[in-house]
């Protein structure tokens, strides 16, 4: 007897989570769909690559890439019903009894009677063994197929057409138990018996991504799509719970803010403050390709404001985070420079060989670290002078490099300088990104600036990391 329970449900809204990883904090959306094992996994970080690294995309028209289900990330769009994505002899995906298809979706153009996402086998040329169709047309989004045996009732649910809205869309299928449920924002909102045919068609398999093989130009989607997975087991509804509420990376940008710096320079083609405190002054502007690749800009010049006195006010413990590249020879520079009455307080590079150091008069030992010098690569430096606790802490890359006893002391003042000092000692690399906080930022939320991607591109798909 075959069974079913439509539940007329979804939620509107953003989940939003700490950012992390699994060892310390809550892990972010992407990180749980791998965990899960896909056997692709589209993310639409400005590309159209599997992050399995099994089955790339390709797409005959020009998709576009906007905002996806947060700020800063990014997802596919048809780019006003004009494009599609698709792979053809996906042998990968032949043959599974099994499947979980997972993906999110925005309606915001018209879709009546139009293809969200499709599997299909062919025979020379025409449909073979089996569809697996995503479609949307009279106010429901369905799930078709065709195939061997039957579907008593066909998976659907009520979403609104021409609606900027993203919703969660999982369909699992387990062959033993014939059992399917589709899920919208982490509620089951169809749950049926039927025995799903698996698709037998080797290397004839083919896998659309806004519209469908039967008719391409025809039946494009008109909206946006993101983080396509498909695995080769159902998802438990535990799972799909937990991925529904996992945070998507915030951008970079916006993970800083978040923790509210007392300054905040992002250098895009300006000097800036984003906290509309101290704009900077150029002594000479060149703007670079910044970490994360354009349209970001990062700065190659020395640039400063003298009048800057609230970034000292006798602050005891402070926080300087940045984005540095060492890409030419630099010799005993400053990448950030302040004087605090008596006082230095200095991010100074390649005063040793290859050394990235904070200095401060105070004397003692200085903290440092090693970074190479003339290479192409962006690092994140955070520099933590927690008063406090009684250690300076410096970061690179998220990681915790060096942590040391003693600390700079706080003192009046009214100078800073990116770039270089006050008399010069330019540093001959790229600066982009710098923050100052008056507090200590924690481990935790210097990973999580790490990890946020720039340009909606995580870190991990950077050309130069």
Avoid at 4 to 15: I, M, P, R, S, T
Avoid at 83 to 88: D, G, K, L, P, T
Avoid at 127 to 148: D, N
Wanted: proline share 5%; glycine share 10%.
């Amino acid at each position: 007897m075959n069974t079913y329970h439509f539940l007329n449900w979804f939620f509107f809204g953003c989940v939003i989570s700490a950012l992390g990883t699994s060892a310390g904090f809550p892990q972010t959306y992407p990180e749980l769909v791998q965990s899960g094992h896909p056997l692709v996994y589209w993310r639409f970080s400005n590309n159209l690559a599997d992050s399995q690294g099994n089955l790339d995309l390709m797409s005959p028209g020009t998709p576009a890439f906007v905002d996806g289900p947060n700020s800063g990330h990014l997802a596919f769009s048809s780019n006003g019903g004009t494009a599609w994505a698709a792979q053809f002899g996906v042998e990968q995906l032949s043959g599974l009894y099994d499947f979980t298809y997972e993906l999110w979706i925005n309606l915001a153009g018209d879709n009546e009677g139009k293809v969200i996402f499709e599997r299909q086998a062919l025979t020379n040329g025409e449909p073979g063994s089996g569809t697996h169709r995503i479609r949307y047309g009279e106010g429901k989004l369905f799930f078709e197929y065709t195939g061997a045996g039957s579907v008593p009732e066909t998976p659907a649910v009520e979403l609104p057409n021409q609606t900027s809205g993203w919703h969660h869309i999982v369909l699992t299928s387990h062959y033993q138990n014939a059992t399917n449920v589709l899920y919208v924002d982490g509620e089951a909102v169809f749950e049926g018996e039927a025995y799903l045919e698996p698709i037998f068609g080797g290397n004839q398999d083919v896998v659309y991504i806004g519209s469908s093989r039967s008719n391409p130009e025809g039946l494009i989607m008109d909206g946006y799509v993101d983080e396509v997975a498909i695995y080769n087991r159902a998802l438990s509804a535990g799972e799909v719970v937990q991925h529904f509420q996992a945070a998507l990376p915030d951008g970079y940008a916006g993970a800083v803010m978040a923790s509210s710096p007392l300054v905040y320079w992002r250098f895009e083609n300006n000097f800036h403050d984003e906290m509309n405190l101290y704009d900077l002054m150029p002594t000479g502007a060149n703007y670079v390709e910044g970490p994360g690749g354009s349209p970001n800009t990062a700065l190659f010049s020395r640039v400063l404001n003298n009048q800057a006195a609230i970034l000292f006010d006798n602050i005891e413990s402070f926080t300087y985070e940045m984005w540095i590249n060492c890409i030419f020879e630099s010799v005993q520079s400053y990448i950030l420079f302040r004087r605090a009455g008596s006082a230095q307080h200095a991010v100074i590079y390649a005063y040793n060989p290859n050394a990235l150091e904070f200095f401060f008069l105070e004397g003692g030992t200085r903290p440092l670290v090693t970074i190479p010098n003339q290479t192409d690569r962006w690092y994140h430096l955070a520099v933590v002078n927690d008063r406090h606790a009684g250690r300076m802490r410096i970061y690179l890359d998220g990681e915790l490099a060096l942590e040391h006893d003693g600390t700079a002391a706080p003192g009046p003042g009214n100078l800073v300088v990116v770039g270089g000092a006050d008399l010069g000692a330019n540093f001959n690399g790229y600066i982009d990104e710098v923050a100052m906080y008056d507090y200590a930022l924690s481990g935790e939320q210097i990973q999580a600036h790490f990890r946020a991607p720039i340009n909606g591109v995580p870190v991990a798909d950077w050309s130069l990391f």
